[in-house]
């Protein structure tokens, strides 16, 4: 079976500033493939480095990464193990995202993400 997967982006320099979501991705990847622990500080950093992005760029940068790693290393690396928390990730994120709907509180940016951690559950805070 086929993963959807997207092309590695190029580092020119610019790639993952605060003004450039497309480095979202390659954040990503460098974050979960950084040490076994990479992937506990990824959706803090990228809420507090991406504020005014949308909160769902950041689960679909952290879905993307987890395809991309796991297309390229085999089954049994450890950076499979990384994928796996990525998407797990990405699952809790999806569902602070409803909370945060069911709550009628604003969820349009990644900074009410933030918000609605120190508020509510400050689970990615603290991870």
Do not use: C, K
Not at 33 to 61: M, T
Not at 85 to 114: N, P, Q, T
């Amino acid at each position: 079976m086929n993963q959807p997967t997207a092309a590695i982006p190029q580092r020119d320099g610019t790639s993952g500033s605060e003004d450039d979501p497309d480095g979202l991705t390659e954040f990503a990847l460098e974050t979960l493939l950084s040490s076994p622990d990479g992937w506990r500080r990824f959706a803090r950093d990228a809420a507090r480095r991406w504020p005014e992005l949308p909160p769902l760029a950041i689960v679909f940068a952290l879905v993307n990464a987890s395809a991309q790693i796991e297309a390229i290393f085999a089954e049994g690396s450890p950076a499979r193990v990384s994928a796996q928390h990525g998407f797990r990730v990405a699952g809790l994120i999806s569902a602070d995202l409803y909370a945060i709907e069911m709550l009628g509180l604003d969820r349009s940016r990644a900074a009410d993400l933030l918000a609605y951690w120190r508020a509510h559950d400050d689970y990615f805070l603290t991870l």
